[in-house]
């Protein structure tokens, strides 16, 4: 007999798992379908996050960190630490067992909730049923009341520099190297490029990233983007813009990378080169010829603001769909649709939705960057606050960076908060909560913040929108 559900969703990501939970939460008989499987084989949930993206890059990051300070932030403190050394595969394994916590920990969350878990290859024929075929090419069709679409994304591929996961490799091989290399290559200055990057480049790697754009981080604000490109620079990291990858040759476990700049044709040899050029949408055998799901021209399914497709009943969110390609963004999609398949009115936030890189100093934003609002002939008022000033980041001595908080002129409401320093994340957070709220730079500044706190940070700058800041000469007095 046909199994029913009331909503089936494709992908356990954090866009599918999060929606699958929320709608048996809501009282929706679910079932969720993934098939992606573990190095053992094994089923594992979490999507493209838990397994290959957000957890474990930070995993790497965090142990990287430990290591480069304690190589080199130690001795300012008083600490000697003679004879440091690194386990990489010892490093590599700790954050393998993060993630088999973490995606073990969402099959519990299944079964506590009542998501029935659907092992196999999903895919949607016409009138909302869904064809599941196992590991073994054993297909069945359920009938569903609504579909969720959240099959994720993957790295994008270049013609110049083709993947082998050996000396080239994309985002999921550079979580794996067993060794530092000595020489390495990014093709990429996004997100994943300068948190990879950063994360072989502490444990001792020479890092050159390579990017075709000549601005780096243009969707930053560009006074946070100028000062992180002088901060990486300085610690080392080689970062030549407007450099475009023109081919490659892997030779004895060395790759030569041609590329062209301003100055014409260059080439660099390197131990490992990780290609990080972008994510595209994942739809592969997604959707039968008769589905009517219509997609995009760039190859994502095509939704509007509630993540409905052209069929009415079936969803898509997350990465397979229009804008940030973020799990915070794919979650909160899940949630929205759920909700509104169980007759809620809910709506998504999509002008609140915080970056984050996790390098370090860690670099954040939410709402409008400063040279948005001009475009947009919008009068703002400007508060900075550097670290430099910060009590609590010289006692932690990580004083790099500032903080900026951007006001509408007229109004005062906070429109962007832009953070590059200790717990940007954190503090940008702060700012999200405010903004959804419609905080004024005034709200935020008469505020008690605790002292001592980086969050101070945060306190000052949007005091010194409107020149009232008190640990920082201000511009501008009123
Ligand atoms: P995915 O996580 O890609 O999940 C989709 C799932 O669907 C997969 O498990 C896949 O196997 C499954 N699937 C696909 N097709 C089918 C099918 N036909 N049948 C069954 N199953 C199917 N984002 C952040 O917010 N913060 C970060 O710090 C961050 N760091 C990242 C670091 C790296 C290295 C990478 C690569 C990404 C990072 N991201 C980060 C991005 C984040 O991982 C994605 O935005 C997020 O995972 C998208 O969630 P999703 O549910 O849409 O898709
Ligand atoms: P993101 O999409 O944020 O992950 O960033 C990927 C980056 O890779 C973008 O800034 C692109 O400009 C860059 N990129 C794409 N193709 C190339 C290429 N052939 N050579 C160098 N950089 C590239």
Redesign the pocket.
């Known amino acids: 007999m046909t199994q029913k559900f009331d909503v089936v969703v494709?992908?356990?990501?954090?866009?599918?798992?999060v929606a699958a939970i929320k709608a048996a939460q809501l009282g929706l008989k679910t079932a969720c379908?993934?098939?992606?499987q573990d190095k053992e084989g094994k089923v594992a949930?979490?999507?493209?996050?838990l397994?290959?993206?957000?957890i474990?890059?930070?995993a790497l990051l965090d142990s990287s960190w430990k290591y480069h300070e304690a190589k080199e932030g130690f001795a300012i403190h008083g600490i000697e630490a003679k004879g440091v050394s690194i386990d990489v595969p010892a490093m590599v394994a700790r954050k393998n067992s993060i993630i088999k916590n973490l995606t073990g920990g969402v099959a519990g969350l299944f079964k506590a909730n009542g998501v029935t878990l659907l092992e196999?290859?999903?895919?949607l024929l016409a009138n909302k049923q869904v064809e599941v075929t196992d590991k073994d090419g054993k297909a069945q069709v359920i009938e569903a009341g609504h579909v969720i679409l959240?099959?994720?994304?993957?790295?994008v591929d270049i013609p110049p520099a083709p993947v082998d996961q050996d000396v080239i490799v994309d985002?999921?091989g550079a979580?794996e190297f067993q060794s530092v290399p000595k020489k390495l290559g990014v093709i990429g200055a996004g997100?994943?490029g300068l948190?990879?990057g950063s994360v072989w480049a502490r444990l001792g790697a020479e890092v050159t990233v390579i990017e075709a754009l000549d601005k780096f981080l243009p969707a930053a604000d560009e006074q946070v983007a100028k000062e992180a490109l002088k901060t990486f620079t300085k610690q080392g990291l080689k970062i030549r813009l407007g450099a475009r990858v023109t081919g490659s040759e892997v030779k004895k476990k060395q790759v030569t990378v041609n590329f062209t700049d301003a100055e014409g044709e260059q080439q660099l040899t390197f131990d490992k080169l990780i290609v990080a050029v972008g994510?595209r949408p994942?739809t592969?055998?997604?959707l039968a010829a008769d589905s009517g799901v219509d997609m995009d021209e760039r190859g994502f399914i095509f939704v509007n603001d509630q993540c409905e497709t052209s069929v009415p009943g079936v969803y898509a969110?997350?990465?397979?769909v229009r804008g940030a390609?973020?799990?915070?963004?794919?979650s909160e999609e899940g949630i929205m649709v759920a909700e509104r398949i169980a007759g809620h009115k809910a709506q998504m936030n999509y002008d609140l939705i915080p970056s984050?890189i996790?390098t370090h100093p860690e670099i954040a934003w939410v709402g409008k960057t400063e040279q948005q609002l001009k475009a947009e002939g919008v009068a703002v008022n400007v508060g900075t606050f550097p670290f430099a000033a910060s009590g609590r980041a010289m006692a932690a001595n990580d004083t790099g960076g500032l903080v900026k908080v951007i006001a509408d002129a007229n109004t005062d409401r906070v429109l962007g908060v832009h953070v590059i320093g200790p717990s940007a994340a954190e503090l940008v957070q702060q700012g999200a909560i405010g903004m959804e709220f419609g905080t004024s730079a005034e709200d935020l500044g008469m505020m008690v913040f605790s002292h001592p706190t980086l969050s101070e940070a945060l306190h000052e700058a949007a005091l010194a929108v409107n020149g009232h800041a008190i640990h920082i000469a201000n511009r501008k007095k009123r």
């Open positions: 494709i992908g356990a990501g954090p866009g599918g798992y379908i993934e098939k992606y949930l979490g999507g493209t996050c397994n290959v993206g957000c474990p890059s930070k196999g290859h999903g895919k959240a099959s994720g994304s993957r790295p985002s999921t979580l997100v994943i948190e990879l994510r994942v592969t055998d997604l969110i997350g990465d397979v390609m973020l799990a915070h963004k794919a984050v996790y």
